[in-house]
């Protein structure tokens, strides 16, 4: 009755119904590879055939060895080299497709995993480490992708092993299919304590590997600070304790296994010596002769094989279904809407300008960031926003970039007869210098031909030119096929600037977003390159900036004042070109 009442339990409070779930979205997203899944379990069936007739010829063999029968014993002892090496080979040829369709599931599911990740709305996807979503795009995939092949064919394959086993055992010899079968009962209840633990074991250690590699990924990001800042030892010490927590949790689901496999092997061990001496008493009865005997035996063997690796396919499926969970709670997330590339494209045909109206925006868990903004900045303008740290410029241009949705009012491009508002779709109309000069690891010229993969060797160095980075370009040993180290280590904060202009120029945009921009440059550099892009033709330029120096070439000038926008007279901005 206690059984009843746990499995209601179970069937009621969601578990069930969640790994069912967890399961069907595995299949979904790999329903590409059913006649792959199907081969495999044909194979797998067709090796547990061999091997159950091996068994019943080596039967034979043994007992024309006793009757000393010459030929059957050279006739036989063919058919069951043969049949080995048959196994063999089909065991190998099983291994080697199982590894390349597990590489090509792997790899398809984590191009899945990856674009879902790059294309869900940024705002969202800021609520997980990006160690976490590395854990999760590698160790979470290769779980899911292996499990394909390893859980639902091996369930089949193994149940079909058991039962072909078992059948033949009951022919010869019923009793000794019930010894056989004590296994089942036994083994069932030695693996319950860790069936009931295995999930949120999962779960936990699933958790702090994430953690683990949040750590890492974030220290080597940082390494040049850390060690700038003598935190080695502070980073250290947050990796011990991580690793303790990791440590203390797979040793308790380490003493768990070790206990239910020990409980496991025990019962095997019994069953197979109780098989054992059933087959000696009949042997010596005389019910049997000498190759049954070893058929029971190695029958029995494959019995328990089969059930043990039925059980252990529970911590094996608790261990993906945790990882799907882990993936799904990602898909989950909104996706960034894409629903006006066409109007976005037609905007191309034409100047655009750009209008935000009673536009106010706050974030999750934050308070109101801009208020009841009103701006339009009509085409090839050039304005400017100043405004303190923290006052809402970098976020102001995340909504102007699609990355942000505002909270309140509208904002929209403006052009051809159309009004499209700012989101994803628009993207590909603004050309982003960001404040941190995100510089990719490869070349000069693979880093600039992201934005524009048909970009000759002479437009790149225009749109150097441009960004006066040509002469640092031009004097490295390989000019813009010479390698930049990840995050541009390998050159200064400025040159690293200048390149991510440059960038920004070469994707021909029409609008260009400058987020502090020139933060690195001297001011003779500095006014060089706004004034470059100042002659940029049909080039509509908004420049976020702590700098007076670059407030004079601006067309208007705003400020962001207690979260709203507000336009500088010209006694103002003469006072801030003072200082």
């Given at each position: 009755?206690?059984l009843f009442k ?8 969601g578990s069930v119904?969640?790994?069912?779930r967890e399961?069907r979205?595995?299949?979904h997203?790999?329903r590409a ?8 379990t ?5 090796t547990?055939g ?5 068994a ?12 000393r029968?010459?030929w059957y014993?050279?006739?036989n002892?063919?058919?069951?080299v043969?049949?080995?090496v ?15 369709i ?12 990856f674009g ?8 969202s ?6 160690g976490?979503?590395l854990s999760r795009?590698?160790?979470d995939v290769?779980n899911?992708?292996?499990s ?6 091996t ?29 089942a ?6 693996a ?7 999930r949120?074991?999962n779960?936990?250690?699933r958790?702090v ?14 390494a ?5 800042f ?5 980073f250290?010490s ?13 040793m ?7 206990l ?5 092997s025990?019962?095997g ?8 001496g ?6 010596w ?8 005997m070893v ?17 252990k ?5 608790i ?8 993936i ?5 997330l909104?996706?960034?809407k ?5 109007e976005?494209e ?5 100047p ?11 974030y999750?868990?934050?308070?109101c ?5 009103d701006?339009?900045?009509a ?24 990355l ?13 007869g159309?009004r ?7 993207r590909?109309l603004f050309?982003y210098v960001?404040?941190d000069?995100v510089?990719?690891?490869g ?5 600039l031909?992201l ?8 437009e790149?160095?225009a ?6 980075a ?9 000019g813009?096929?010479?390698?930049v ?6 050159l200064s904060v400025?040159?690293n600037?200048?390149?991510a ?7 021909d ?7 502090e921009a020139?933060s ?9 390159v ?12 908004l420049?976020?900036?702590?700098r007076?120096?670059?407030l004079r070439?601006c ?8 979260r709203?926008?507000?336009?500088l ?11």
């Amino acid at each position: 009755m206690e059984l009843f009442k746990k499995v209601h339990q179970r069937l009621h409070d969601g578990s069930v119904r969640e790994v069912i779930r967890e399961t069907r979205w595995i299949y979904h997203h790999t329903r590409a590879y059913r006649k792959a899944i199907l081969l495999f379990t044909l194979l797998g069936l067709l090796t547990t055939g061999l091997t159950l007739t091996t068994a019943l010829l080596s039967k034979r063999l043994i007992n024309y060895i006793i009757a000393r029968e010459g030929w059957y014993v050279l006739e036989n002892g063919i058919y069951v080299v043969l049949l080995s090496v048959t196994g063999i080979v089909l065991n190998a040829c099983v291994s080697r497709y199982t590894a390349k369709i597990n590489l090509r599931i792997s790899n398809e599911l984590r191009a899945e995993v990856f674009g879902t990740f790059m294309n869900t709305d940024w705002q969202s996807l800021q609520q997980y480490h990006s160690g976490d979503l590395l854990s999760r795009i590698n160790t979470d995939v290769t779980n899911v992708a292996s499990s394909v092949l390893g859980w639902v064919p091996t369930l089949i394959i193994k149940l079909v092993q058991f039962l072909a086993s078992l059948a033949v055992i009951v022919y010869y010899d019923p009793t000794m299919a019930l010894i056989a079968l004590l296994t089942a009962p036994l083994s069932v209840v030695a693996a319950g304590p860790l069936m009931r633990k295995m999930r949120s074991y999962n779960k936990e250690i699933r958790d702090v590997n994430s953690r683990m590699m949040s750590l890492h990924e974030e220290a080597f990001q940082n390494a040049q600070s850390i060690k700038a800042f003598n935190l080695v030892g502070a980073f250290r010490s947050r990796l011990e304790q991580v690793q303790d927590i990791y440590y203390r949790t797979s040793m308790d689901f380490n003493r768990f296994s070790v206990l239910n496999s020990s409980v496991l092997s025990t019962v095997g061990m019994l069953v197979s010596y109780l098989c054992l001496g059933w087959g000696a008493f009949r042997l010596w009865d005389g019910r049997i002769d000498f190759g049954t005997m070893v058929l029971f035996i190695q029958l029995a063997g494959y019995l328990s094989s089969a059930l043990t690796s039925l059980i252990k396919l529970v911590p094996s499926a608790i261990e993906c279904t945790v990882s799907a969970q882990r993936i799904m709670a990602i898909f989950d997330l909104p996706r960034e809407k894409l629903d006006h590339l066409e109007e976005a494209e037609a905007l191309r045909q034409g100047p655009i300008s750009l209008h935000l109206e009673n536009l106010s925006f706050a974030y999750r868990t934050r308070a109101c960031v801009l208020e009841e903004l009103d701006l339009t900045v009509a085409p090839n303008e050039t304005i400017a926003v100043v405004g303190p740290s923290g006052s809402g410029k970098t976020t102001l241009f995340r909504i102007l970039l699609g990355l942000l949705a505002p909270t309140g009012g509208t904002a929209e491009l403006v052009g051809s007869g159309l009004r499209v508002p700012l989101s994803p779709s628009t993207r590909s109309l603004f050309a982003y210098v960001p404040q941190d000069n995100v510089i990719f690891s490869g070349t000069i010229a693979e880093t600039l031909r992201l934005v524009r993969p048909v970009a000759t060797d002479e437009e790149i160095y225009a749109a150097l030119r441009t960004a006066c980075a040509e002469d640092f370009v031009r004097a490295l040993p390989k000019g813009i096929y010479s390698t930049v180290s990840e995050r541009g280590s390998s050159l200064s904060v400025g040159q690293n600037q200048r390149l991510a202009i440059a960038r920004a120029i070469l994707t021909d945009a029409p609008i260009l977003l400058l987020d502090e921009a020139t933060s690195a440059l001297d001011l003779e550099t500095e006014e060089k390159v706004l004034e470059n892009i100042a002659a940029l033709t049909n080039k509509t330029c908004l420049i976020s900036t702590h700098r007076p120096s670059v407030l004079r070439l601006c067309s208007r000038v705003f400020r962001i004042r207690k979260r709203r926008l507000e336009p500088l007279s010209a006694a103002d901005l003469s006072k801030l070109q003072r200082l």
